[in-house]
């Protein structure tokens, strides 16, 4: 089995090398933007191609052989990418968009302007598009005959003309210098003249923001951009982004966390309260005024206990009517003898902050709440809850931890089992 050993020094070698490779690429980007711009006749495609042909130099570089024939190597790359996205791009220009030698196809516009415009011989154009160089005299006489007749209004006369592959001939070795005989031949010369002339435009003509965000990072070589460098349009977007972050602080997250913040624990110090319950927001404020000791004295009047919940053993239970609660010594009917209630009375000055104390502790001590437990009304808030005998001396020390507490107990007989079902009822007083 073989093994593959990987090797940093090795990685940082190709990485040298790509850097070597790409810093000798940067100055054709003139050349080879004007390139692709007149190909595709708008910066965004051009920008596009580019981005793709640098891309496809750092990863191609590590696999084929350039040394000898840089320039030939980083145009067929380009003729890669621009076969690839042309397509999709005179799909989506509008019909009324100006393209630049609209009615020649890819492989004709290419050739002209390698040929014409970049001055490369006929030999490294076949290698650019992988054909032969007969191939590239035929689409160099099509592109140059169309732009002569279309652009230029040129005629000349079938008469005398020479043949297909003279003509192919002529338009490979004609130079701008050679002597001209024949209006087709002059036709052919002014073509080559107006593809050379074609105004120029030059990479950094791209606004400098533009460059740094798509071309030059995958060199490893931004520019720096200070503020007033940028265009208006950038920075109005930048300004109306901060804005509008700052605007959904202002209107939306402040509100919600100072809403969970309680101030009064703030003014009173108490940190250890200083998020507010969510289930404090939820309360319904009864709107009845019901007296601590009628609370506590009969919960039989269940206003919110539904019929339909389960069956309660203490839903038809008799209490004191609650006169001496205060006291301890309301006296025991006899009807009230046959199950153990506990009530606690707790004073308070902010009822409303004990209400996930009471609760942890109902839920710690394995006490479960009725439907009515934990409602907020006029004067404090009302648990009720169920529990055996056994848990209620644990759980009446922890109450009396929360504040000066009283209670009241129901419970005949000293020798209830601990594990029998009891009543606790709680009443946080308003002081």
């Known amino acids: 089995m073989i093994g593959l050993v990987f090797n940093p020094k090795q990685k940082d070698a190709r990485e040298r090398a790509r850097d070597v490779l790409l810093s000798k690429i940067q100055p054709e980007f003139d050349r080879l933007y004007d390139f692709f711009y007149q190909v595709l006749g708008c910066e965004e495609a051009a920008l596009t191609v580019m981005q793709s042909t640098l891309r496809k130099v750092g990863r191609r570089s590590y696999q084929e052989n350039y040394s000898k024939y840089l320039e030939v190597w980083l145009y067929r790359l380009a003729f890669e990418s621009l076969h690839r996205y042309y397509p999709r791009h005179i799909s989506e ?14 492989e004709e516009k290419i050739v002209l302007l390698l040929k014409d415009r970049l001055s490369f011989s006929a030999n490294h154009i076949a290698s650019v598009l992988q054909v032969s160089e007969n191939k590239v005299g035929s689409l160099l006489m099509t592109a140059r005959e169309g732009i002569a007749k279309v652009v230029l209004k040129q005629k000349w006369s079938s008469k005398g003309l020479l043949n297909l592959r003279d003509r192919i001939h002529l338009h490979l070795r004609l130079k701008e210098s050679d002597t001209i005989s024949t209006a087709y031949e002059k036709s052919v010369a002014m ?17 400098q923001s533009v460059r740094n965000h798509r071309i030059l990072p995958i060199l490893g070589n931004s ?12 920075k109005l977007g930048v300004e109306a982004s901060v804005l509008g972050f700052v605007g959904l602080l202002a209107v939306l997250v402040l509100p919600w966390a100072f809403s969970k913040v309680n101030a009064d624990a703030v003014l009173a110090g108490r ?24 609370i506590l004295a009969s919960v039989q009047n269940a206003e919110a206990y539904d019929a339909s919940a389960e069956v309660d053993e203490f839903a038809e239970m008799e209490f004191p009517s609650g006169d001496s609660y205060e006291v301890g010594t309301a006296p025991l009917a006899p009807s009230r003898q046959s199950a153990a209630v506990y009530r606690l009375i707790v004073q308070s000055s902010s009822p409303k902050e004990l209400i996930p104390r009471v609760r942890g502790l109902f839920a710690q001590k394995n006490v479960k709440e009725r439907e009515s437990s934990g409602r907020v009304m006029p004067g404090g808030v009302f648990f009720d809850g169920v529990t055996n005998v056994g848990s209620y001396p644990q759980l009446v020390q922890e109450i009396k931890k929360l504040g000066q507490t009283k209670t009241y107990s129901h419970n ?4 209830r089992n601990p594990n029998e079902r009891a009543r606790v009822i709680v009443w946080v007083q308003q002081i």
């Open 412 to 415: 005949p007989g000293r020798s």
């Open 223 to 234: 520019e720096r951009i200070s503020w007033n460098q940028l265009s208006w349009q950038y």
């Open 93 to 106: 220009v509008d019909e009324d968009a100006e393209i630049p030698f609209k009615t020649l196809s890819l």
């Open 271 to 294: 940190f250890s309260d200083l998020l507010v319950p969510s289930q404090v927001e939820q309360q319904v404020v009864a709107a009845d005024a019901i007296s601590t000791d009628r």
């Open 191 to 207: 073509a080559m003249r107006w593809t050379l002339d074609l105004p120029s435009v030059k990479f950094n003509s791209v606004e």
